[in-house]
């Protein structure tokens, strides 16, 4: 099969040189994707909000039906039912194919999120992340679901927050965190008010009804400051707004504010 020339080289014949050749050309594609497609990536409540947290682009899919969404979902999620992706065409979607994109259900593993999660993979997105815990689990991790209603309800951005701060402005400020996290750190002046002790007569409501108030809680994904503030309201509270932004994007060099132990504790 091979022989060597005068010079002691090996010569290959002809034919044989061209199968190995096409040999090489068909493995260089088995080489180059020896990774694989891309596949959905499943994440719990701490990374989902890592995820959210970061500043990448993405898009939160809440992919249970429309009267569900209604009622109560993640903040800043858009509806895009599940049965939309039996279809070629699917509305709402964006165009940028690298987009990160997070869908959920109700939870408990309820499959559809996953569904459309592979659904989101046929049409050629490469970067999608399923939270598998789903609304249920989002309650259950403490946290809150959000109305379109409350999405729209007054809020302050960053600058206009921060304004507000440094001119030293009478403000009431809310944090409806947990206890655990509000004794870990929390505003300066704030107060403790999570969504399950906002009642008439509890402890920690702010003083006066008719000066500002501004409800915070972790970050922007964070849904219990839209509760707390709703509770307010119907409490008499007059001038109440959400600083969505929460904690975790503090209008001081866009950080968080240094840990700051509650009113009566000593800092250590």
């Not at 199968?19 to 409540?45: E, N, Q, R, T």
């Not at 039996?86 to 509305?91: A, G, R």
């Not at 987009?99 to 659904?119: F, Q």
């Not at 750190?185 to 000066?211: E, F, I, M, V, Y």
Request: proline letters at 10%; hydrophobic letters at 40%; a neutral charge.
């Amino acid at each position: 099969m091979f022989r060597a020339n005068s010079r002691g080289r090996i010569i290959v014949p002809r034919p044989l040189l061209s199968s190995l050749v096409l040999a090489c050309l068909a493995w260089f594609p088995l080489a180059a994707g020896a990774a694989g497609p891309p596949k959905i990536h499943i994440v719990d409540y701490a990374a989902l909000t890592a995820l959210l947290d970061a500043p990448d682009e993405k898009l939160l899919i809440d992919t249970r039906a429309e009267e569900s969404y209604a009622r109560g979902h993640l903040p800043g999620a858009v509806n895009l039912p599940g049965p939309l992706f039996d279809k070629d065409q699917i509305p709402g979607l964006p165009e940028n194919r690298s987009l990160m994109l997070i869908p959920y259900c109700s939870g408990g593993h309820c499959g559809i999120a996953e569904y459309v999660g592979e659904r989101l993979l046929d049409l050629g997105y490469q970067n999608v992340y399923v939270y598998d815990e789903g609304a249920q689990g989002w309650l259950e991790r403490g946290q809150n679901l959000v109305t379109k209603k409350q999405e729209d309800s007054p809020a302050l951005a960053m600058a206009d927050f921060g304004a507000l701060l440094a001119t030293g402005a009478a403000l009431q400020l809310v944090d409806a965190r947990s206890a655990v996290d509000f004794a870990k750190q929390t505003s300066p002046g704030g107060r403790n008010l999570p969504p399950d002790q906002c009642r008439p007569g509890a402890k920690n409501l702010p003083a006066a009804q008719d000066q500002p108030v501004v409800v915070f809680g972790q970050s922007h994904w964070d849904a219990r400051p839209y509760a707390v503030a709703d509770c307010l309201r119907s409490l008499g509270y007059r001038n109440v707004r959400i600083y969505a932004l929460g904690l975790n994007r503090w209008p001081h060099a866009g950080q968080a504010p240094p840990p700051v132990p509650p009113a009566g504790k000593a800092a250590p």
